[in-house]
């Protein structure tokens, strides 16, 4: 069950298809004026974003975060690039996997903690093959089966 005080303000369903999820890492996210209260509506999508490296720091690039329908003039760009707030040590834990291990940075999920700050999930995660997709699809279809047969039998 999900914590109650951890409200989900956008989901990548997408990723546990596409991606082995090997660790998970708690990022804050550096946002701008009209960026949060859009957030809190619920709207954003992070099906296409992903991490990685700009000047030494952490940036999350391709998330969407729509524009906040009672802004004005100084509205935000949807699609710009937010900075990841984390430890120096972790960055550096977090790069030299991506550069040796031909792993990648993508975002689960962005919410908002019991203090109101907005955090992002993070995976370190490896691609999945066609042939590995079908097979998570194959398994995950199986085990529903399972679950019938056990259901029925009582």
Same mark, same amino acid.
């Given at each position: /069950?999900? %914590? ?5 303000? +956008?989901?990548?369903?997408?990723? $546990?298809?596409?991606?082995?999820i090997d660790d998970h890492f708690e990022a804050g996210? /550096? ?5 949060? !209260? ?5 709207? +954003?999508?992070? #099906?296409?974003?992903? +991490? ?12 969407? &975060?729509?524009?906040? #329908? ?17 430890? *120096?040590?972790?960055? %550096? !834990?977090?790069?030299?996997?991506? @550069?040796?291990?031909? /792993?990648?940075? &993508?975002?689960? #999920?962005?919410?908002?903690?019991? !203090?109101?700050? +907005? *955090? ?7 691609? @999945?093959?066609?042939?590995? @997709?079908?097979? #998570?699809? @194959?398994?995950?279809?199986? *085990?529903?089966?399972?679950?019938? &047969? /056990? $259901?029925?039998?009582?």
């Open positions: /069950m999900a %914590d109650p005080v951890r409200r989900v303000a +956008a989901d990548n369903r997408r990723a $546990r298809h596409d991606y082995f996210l /550096m946002l701008q004026g009209t960026e949060v !209260k859009s957030l809190r509506t619920g709207k +954003a999508n992070l #099906s296409d974003a992903y +991490a990685g490296e700009q000047r030494g720091e952490l940036f999350l690039f391709n998330a969407y &975060i729509p524009e906040y #329908s009672g802004g004005n003039r100084f509205n935000h760009e949807p699609r710009r690039a937010r900075k990841l707030l984390l430890h *120096k040590r972790e960055i %550096d !834990k977090l790069l030299s996997h991506v @550069k040796r291990g031909g /792993m990648t940075l &993508i975002p689960l #999920s962005i919410y908002f903690n019991e !203090k109101g700050r +907005a *955090k992002v999930d993070l995976a370190l995660a490896r691609g @999945k093959k066609h042939h590995d @997709k079908r097979a #998570s699809e @194959k398994e995950r279809d199986w *085990k529903r089966e399972q679950g019938r &047969i /056990m $259901r029925d039998r009582g």
